[in-house]
Every structure is written in C-alpha cells, then in structure tokens.
T-cell receptor, first 109, second 118 residues
Framework: DAKTTQPNSMESNEEEPVHLPCNHS???????IHWYRQLPSQGPEYVIH???SNVNNRMASLAIAEDRKSSTLILHRATLRDAAVYYC??????????FGTGTRLTIIP | GAVVSQHPSWVICKSGTSVKIECRSL??????MFWYRQFPKQSLMLMAT?????????EQGVEKDKFLINHASLTLSTLTVTSAHPEDSSFYIC??????????????FGPGTRLLVL
C-alpha cells in the first residue's frame, strides 16, 4: 500500500482557516486521496476525496499538488467541532481503507 | 444519505461469553462491509472484509474462529466475538462501501461499539 505522511498534531484558532498537509510521494496513478476524520469516541467520518483535480464540498476543500505527491485538506473556518483526528488515506478503487496515525487537530477558542 | 448504524453502541460482558455486534447500511446497499478494531490512543486496524453472500477475508493475525462474521444481505453484517476475554475489550467499528459508482465506492463508517469484557 502506498503510504502517507502527516504531522502528528496541529493547532489552530477558532474561526480561522486550517491547512492539514499530507505527503504521499509513492502514490500510484489509480490511487484516490481520501480524507476522513474521527471525533472522540466516534467512528470515522468521510470528509472528502479526489484523484487529480481540487475538490470542494460543504465540509472542506482538497487541494492536490500537480504531481500528486502531496495534498492539503482545507477547513475554511475552523470551529470547536472540527477538533478531531484527520486521516489522509490512499486507496485504489475497490481496495480497503488502511488507516495511519493521522493528525490530531486541536482548535483553540 | 450514506448512514451506517451499529448495535449495540456499548456492551459489557463476562469473560467467556459471546457478543454479537450488528452493522447496517440504512439508506444504501453495500457490496462490501469491513470490520475494524481500535484500541485506546491507537489508529483503526482492519480485522476483516466481507462481501454479501460469501465468506469473510481476515487480516493476518485475526482469528477467524474467534471473530465470526456473517454478511447475510446487502445491508447487514454481524460480528460475533466468541468466548470473549478482557484483551478483546476494544472499540469495534464497521464500515460499508456503497455500490454507487458515482461516489467512487466511498466507505462510510458506523458510530462504533465499545466492548468491555470483565
């Protein structure tokens, strides 16, 4: 499985944008970039995914580097409810999701 | 849409007993369901993958006779922890993958079941 590298933890102030980086230098052409987050004592929640182009949805934006070796999850205006562990995962279609250690995001009021 | 439920949300049992956890996809059909386990302060570890109507595929190190998985329909999978012991205490999370190709077969997760074996 192609691996991802994320910072262990990040902090951000409430109501400010948050940029969560992910490196995936060994990504293959068929790998989608998925982002999930896990709030305390809950199952992971789907955030966003993409292949090559940047993606936007109601939760976040995903910016993918042109060479696809890195990506950034962007939360446009962080709230306290965004405090969670964020996982960046590569997955080819029909493959299983394999979780790394993720980034623990702390939001400062 | 794309809601996955689990039941029960938590369970406490005595050592040696068996516990069944249900996972349902409420508003979509799932070709494949997954079972994960998460110990405190650790990431999710995949235990097994099941396809409707066929036997589950277990990850290395997971005992198939201890963790029985049944995937009877496109909306229901069950995990039975047989002869549970305290070391089986964990947070068990199921996931269902939608058949919807427009969603690139996204995986959605249940809320988890916390198991405590005394």
């Amino acid at each position: 499985d192609a691996k991802t590298t994320q910072p262990n933890s990040m902090e951000s102030n409430e109501e400010e944008p948050v940029h969560l980086p992910c490196n995936h230098s060994t990504i293959s052409g068929t790998d989608y970039i998925h982002w999930y987050r896990q709030l305390p004592s809950q199952g992971p929640e789907y955030v966003i995914h993409g292949l090559t182009s940047n993606v936007n949805n109601r939760m976040a934006s995903l910016a993918i580097a042109e060479d696809r070796k890195s990506s950034t999850l962007i939360l446009h205006r962080a709230t306290l409810r965004d405090a969670a562990v964020y996982y960046c995962i590569l997955r080819s279609r029909r493959e299983k999701l394999t979780f790394g250690t993720g980034t623990r995001l702390t939001i400062i009021p | 849409g794309a809601v996955v439920s689990q039941h029960p949300s938590w369970v406490i049992c005595k050592s040696g007993t068996s516990v069944k956890i249900e996972c349902r996809s409420l508003d979509f059909q799932a070709t494949t369901m997954f079972w994960y386990r998460q110990f405190p302060k650790q990431s999710l570890m995949l235990m097994a993958t099941s396809n409707e109507g066929s036997k589950a595929t277990y990850e290395q190190g997971v005992e198939k006779d201890k963790f029985l998985i049944n995937h009877a329909s496109l909306t229901l999978s069950t995990l039975t922890v047989t002869s549970a012991h305290p070391e089986d205490s964990s947070f068990y999370i199921c996931s269902a993958r939608t058949r919807d190709k427009a969603l690139q077969e996204t995986q959605y997760f249940g809320p988890g079941t916390r198991l405590l074996v005394l």
